[in-house]
Each structure stands twice: as structure tokens, then as C-alpha cells.
């Protein structure tokens, strides 16, 4: 395994470590003192332990409860994703519950609902989103979700798991009423965009397509002052018919300032065009993960 790939393997593992420490601590320390069930195996653990005092002191704690509900999903993630893909999604699990047995529970937001479904959101946005980062999910229905997007892929999986909590938040409605309910739903909105927000973030770039009179010596500055990569594109103007070659760059959000001063003080008159890139692959980004290996 080389050097590259242990640094991305610790990264991941660092990652689904610090985001499913987040996603305890809003699960235990904000949504469940609100009887907020925000969906998923974290909301039905909620609506366990709430409802299981009477049989079991304290009730059933979630951490078991989060296991116990996984363990048929890993069996069907093996066969849709395959043993590499479970590790680390068990590991998430596996963590998740770990946290929620040992996080002590901090009243964070008290009695305040809205409060609650604030940071309770904002808290399981990050934690999941981190997670997300990784290939992995932190199993239930975030396991669903990504299984689901293994057939639908033109949906993200935070939104289809907004979908599917959704659903089960509605069951809420008739064991807390509507007003707890809605705000449920407000957590589960801030928890949908933000882990979208944390997954693009990590991996955001721009494209460039220059169209100038003098691509050899723009993509020669390109290159030396950037270290960016320049692939030269034969183009036809429809107008003119003139030919000219126009080139494609793409480059890191703080690089895309710089890469159009340097167009503009090689060629004033270039046409540029700047487009966002959700994913870049491959030398100088983020590094191909799948020969990474899965402890």
C-alpha cells in the first residue's frame, strides 16, 4: 500500500471517527431529550428507548438499538456493494453506537424546541456529511439511502434520506403531535443540506474554457505559475469560421481568481467561460480511493 493511500485510508477513518462522535452527540444530547425522531434508526432508536422506560429502567439505550436494527442491511450491502464498501460503513456503525454508549448527554438546548431542531440539524448535517465524505454511511437509513442511489444515481443520497426520514418522521405526528413533528422536519431539512453543503465543499472545483489568440503562452503560464493542467480543444467559430484552439483547465476555487487574472494579462480579449465542478478525480485533486484498501 503506498504512502498516498495509507494518508487517504487515515483521513477516512479520521473523518468517519469525528463525524459519527457528532451525530451521537446531536442524537443524544439535543434530539432525544426534545423527543425530537428526526428518521432513521436514530429516530426509531428515540422512539424505543422513550416508549421501553416502563419495561426497561431508563429504556432501551440507542446505541443497542442502532446496532441491533443495522445488522440486516449489511447482509444486503454486502451483496450490492460488496465486502469493501461494508467495512467501512460497519465501521461507522460501529462507531456511532460506540459514542452513544460513552458521550456523557449535555442539555444543550434545554426546553426549547426550536433550539433544539437548530442545532440538532446543523450537528447531524456535519457529523453525516463527514461520514458521507468517505464512501461510507453511518448505516440505517443513510445505508438505505446510498443502497437506493446505487440504483438511482441521479438523485444524491442526502436527498433520497431526506425522503425516507421524512416518512418515518411522519409516524411521529401521531406519538408526539404535530408541533414536534414539524420541527423534526426542520432538523431533518438543516441535516439534508448541510451534509450535501460538507460533501461538495470537500470536493468543489472550476472548469475553465478559454477561448484566446494566444493559447500557447497562456497555457505555458498556466502550468508554470499554477501547476494546473492544460488540454488544448480544436474549435470551430460558427460565425467567423475561423479555427482556433481553446483550452480547458481545471482548477482549485482560490486558483480560479489567478488563473483569469493570468487570461486577462495574456489576452485581454479572451472568452471565458467558469463552471462548477462537483468532483475531480485524478492528479493534483483528490487522489483515485479505490485501490485505497479497507482495513
Request: aromatic residues 8%.
Amino acid at each position: 500500500m503506498s504512502g498516498i493511500n495509507i494518508k487517504i485510508l487515515l483521513r477516512n477513518y479520521l473523518l468517519i471517527i469525528a463525524g459519527t462522535a457528532l451525530v451521537a452527540f446531536a442524537a443524544a444530547s439535543v434530539l432525544e431529550p426534545a423527543s425530537l425522531v428526526t428518521g432513521g434508526f436514530t429516530g426509531l432508536a428515540i422512539i424505543i428507548k422513550q416508549y421501553s422506560e416502563h419495561l426497561v429502567p431508563g429504556g432501551i439505550p440507542l446505541s443497542f438499538t442502532n446496532l441491533a436494527l443495522n445488522i440486516p442491511f449489511f447482509l444486503i450491502a454486502i451483496r450490492l456493494k460488496g465486502f469493501r464498501y461494508l467495512v467501512h460503513t460497519l465501521f461507522a456503525t460501529l462507531m456511532l453506537s460506540f459514542w452513544l454508549s460513552v458521550l456523557p448527554v449535555v442539555p444543550l438546548a434545554g426546553d426549547d424546541l426550536l433550539l433544539a431542531s437548530l442545532y440538532g440539524g446543523i450537528l447531524m448535517g456535519v457529523g453525516i456529511g463527514l461520514v458521507f465524505a468517505t464512501g461510507a454511511t453511518t448505516g440505517g437509513t443513510d445505508m438505505i439511502a446510498a443502497l437506493i442511489q446505487h440504483f438511482l444515481r441521479h438523485y444524491s443520497i442526502s436527498n433520497i434520506l431526506w425522503v425516507i426520514d421524512t416518512v418515518i418522521v411522519l409516524v411521529g405526528v401521531y406519538l408526539y403531535g404535530i408541533q414536534i413533528t414539524l420541527y423534526a422536519i426542520i432538523a431533518i431539512y438543516l441535516t439534508s443540506k448541510i451534509s450535501d453543503g460538507i460533501i461538495d465543499g470537500l470536493k468543489f472545483s472550476k472548469a475553465a474554457f478559454i477561448i484566446t489568440s494566444n493559447p500557447e503562452r497562456l497555457a505555458t503560464l498556466v502550468m508554470e505559475e499554477l501547476g494546473r493542467g492544460v488540454t488544448g480543444i480544436s474549435a470551430t467559430g460558427m460565425y467567423s469560421g475561423d479555427s482556433k484552439n481553446m483550452l480547458l483547465c481545471v482548477v482549485s476555487k482560490k486558483e480560479i481568481v489567478r488563473l483569469k487574472e493570468l487570461t486577462k494579462s495574456c489576452d485581454p480579449n479572451a472568452f471565458v467561460i467558469v463552471t462548477d465542478v462537483r468532483e475531480v478525480l485524478g492528479e493534483g485533486f483528490i487522489e483515485h480511493s479505490g485501490s485505497a484498501g479497507v482495513l
